[in-house]
């Protein structure tokens, strides 16, 4: 018999390609619900489109700091000092009005424009190590070949982080935010990347170069902390490594077992744009958005919150809420799917999101341009997923051609 | 119909400049800019899907 240990928390829950059907009976009768998370702490869950945006958007009753005194079950002491400086430059953990400050700081970085400027970069990248997939010949596992080191490289070269380090940063990356791994093994990966952050940190104090690193000691040194500008960039590294990647191997996993819609992705330049969003909301890889506390008592949905709790909210059942959008189960390129939830809503919404667009608008079907004939090579059902992940993704995905 | 931007809310997600690139820019940080006084005719639903998908809620339709 399968005993609880071995299933991630509710919210966490997917059969495949959707999320778990339990996520959809706690919408239909109460929005929120109490359940467990992976700590074993006692959590409100929202699960309502509505709902969601009511909370995210309300940085002053639902806060992303947290409280003194506040700890994670299992969680070592760490002194105040030391949680202090692991805790400097994390714009997730912060509120207005002191999350403003730095995210403004980085938001030059990632404008439309800036993406657009970025635009061949990024086909180069994506063109090289589709030729290197090529050469290696089919099967191949997508996610090593291709949707890991594409966007790796990418936030590698914004950054000013030697893509050759890259062996190291990308096994802490992913590690991290494995909730199956006990916290201290978790908080002692934070602490080495957090240390060769420090050197990165320390060179650029040197010598700023043309990158957000050498931006951010140009620009703001003066105001900026080692200590900030090792959380900032940290920050950015791990979320530019945990993000995209997972949406193009598991889109590219629904694009399979979609063909017409492949189809369409590969041959009308005009689906694309569409499909991103689609593939965005379908998928909703963020299974929660950062866990909000409550700053006083609240009632969402009639359900009465006391100050002092944390309240998760469901991004894949807020993007599959029929009062959001029609047929939400149906996967369907064409319709755009606009106002999903994938990029979270409120002040902490993903800074990255152009940068992730693009890096998506080009990938898919320059993927698939290639490779016309792609096929998965491995049974569907044989897909190994990371279950226990703060964000979902295959481990990894053999396909041929 | 005219539209109006609160630049100190903004986040610069770029929502608006997708939903609305005739009305809706973005200034060198990033920060929206109104680009119209007016919205021009045909454009005013793109205006009206940009200011509900702000997620910082930093636009509203101003008449």
């Not at chain 1, 290639?370 to 964000?391: G, K």
């Not at chain 2, 690139?21 to 045909?42: H, K, M, R, T, Y």
Request: hydrophobic share 40%; glycine share 6%; net charge negative.
């Amino acid at each position: 018999m399968t005993q609880a240990p071995e299933l991630p928390p509710l919210h966490m829950r997917r059969d495949a390609l959707d999320p778990t059907p339990e996520l959809r009976e706690i919408r239909e009768t109460s929005s929120v619900r109490t359940v467990v998370n992976a700590f074993g702490m006692q959590v409100y869950l929202v699960t309502r489109h509505e709902d969601i945006k009511d909370v995210l958007s309300d940085h002053e009753r639902f806060s992303n700091s947290r409280p003194p005194g506040f700890v994670v079950p299992g969680a070592p002491d760490i002194p105040d000092e030391e949680q202090a400086s692991a805790r400097a430059g994390n714009l997730l953990g912060l509120d207005p009005p002191e999350h403003q400050r730095l995210r403004r700081m980085l938001t030059g970085e990632f404008t439309i424009r800036r993406m657009k400027r970025l635009e061949p970069r990024i086909a180069e990248i994506v063109d090289q190590h589709l030729d290197a997939m090529e050469n290696a010949g089919p099967p191949v596992d997508l996610v090593a070949r291709f949707a890991l080191p594409i966007p790796s490289l990418v936030i590698c070269e914004l950054l000013g982080v030697p893509y050759d380090d890259r062996d190291d940063f990308q096994r802490r990356s992913a590690r991290q935010l494995d909730l199956s791994i006990p916290i201290p093994e978790r908080l002692e990966l934070v602490r080495k990347g957090r240390e060769y952050m420090a050197l990165l940190v320390g060179r650029a104090r040197r010598q700023p170069g043309e990158d957000i690193l050498g931006m951010l000691v140009r620009e703001h040194g003066a105001e900026l902390t080692d200590d900030e500008l090792v959380g900032i960039a940290s920050l950015l590294l791990l979320a530019g490594h945990e993000t995209t990647s997972n949406m193009l191997g598991l889109g590219t996993l629904a694009l399979l077992r979609h063909p017409d819609q492949l189809a369409a992705v590969r041959d009308d330049p005009a689906a694309i744009g569409p499909a991103i969003e689609e593939l965005l909301r379908w998928l909703s890889i963020v299974h929660s958005a950062i866990p909000r506390i409550t700053t006083t008592d609240v009632e969402i949905a009639g359900v009465p919150i006391p100050a002092g709790q944390l309240v998760f909210v469901s991004l894949p059942s807020g993007n599959r809420d029929p009062d959001f959008i029609d047929s939400p189960e149906v996967f369907d390129v064409r319709r755009g799917a606009p106002g999903h939830l994938a990029f979270g809503h409120g002040v902490h919404h993903c800074l990255g999101a152009p940068l992730a667009r693009m890096e998506m608008r080009i990938a898919f079907p320059a993927l698939l341009r290639r490779f016309p004939t792609l096929s998965l090579a491995e049974n569907f059902d044989d897909v190994q997923f990371r279950s226990f992940h703060f964000i979902y993704g295959p481990k990894s995905l053999k396909v041929a051609w | 119909m005219k539209v109006e931007a609160d630049r100190d809310v903004c986040i610069s997600a770029g929502n608006c400049v997708m939903a609305a690139s005739a009305v809706f820019d973005q200034d060198e940080d990033g920060i929206v800019v109104v680009l119209v006084g007016e919205v021009p005719e045909g454009e005013e639903d793109h205006a009206r899907e940009a200011v509900k998908l702000c997620p910082s809620m930093a636009l509203r339709i101003a008449d």
